[in-house]
Nanobody, 120 residues
Framework: QVQLVESGGGLVQPGGSLRLSCAVS????????MNWFRQAPGKEREGVSC????????WYADSVKGRFTISKDNAKDMVYLQMTSLKPEDTAIYYC?????????????WGQGTQVTVSS
């Protein structure tokens, strides 16, 4: 019943920027902690960032701190991930998720994912 739909992925050169969006339905983003995870081929899914219900606090993985910014618009049920200074190691499928913070076991629902490829 919960649906999360990511968009905004694509191919970008190192040092470039992308903005990912997540549209939430079935549950509003002002009820739950929202997450971005990512998974590269052959690797475990890892937490990238999460944001509190009110959007007044956030957590970032050390690997993206200072480069990525998570935000949300509760009135629009949208969650965003602004990615700057992208590196090839950021290449992965990025997933929006509901629940907990950066803990795969706590996730209640996943989006379908959007591919981000960083390459020259």
């Amino acid at each position: 019943q919960v649906q999360l739909v990511e968009s905004g992925g694509g191919l970008v050169q190192p040092g470039g920027s992308l903005r990912l969006s997540c549209a939430v339905s079935g549950v509003t983003s002002n009820y739950y902690t929202m997450n971005w995870f990512r998974q590269a081929p052959g690797k475990e899914r890892e937490g990238v960032s999460c944001i509190s219900v009110r959007g007044d606090s956030a957590w970032y993985a050390d690997s993206v701190k200072g480069r990525f910014t998570i935000s949300k618009d509760n009135a629009k049920d949208m969650v965003y991930l602004q990615m700057t200074s992208l590196k090839p190691e950021d290449t992965a499928i990025y997933y929006c998720a509901v629940g907990g913070c950066a803990v795969v076991q706590s996730v209640r629902a996943w989006g379908q994912g959007t591919q981000v490829t960083v390459s020259s």
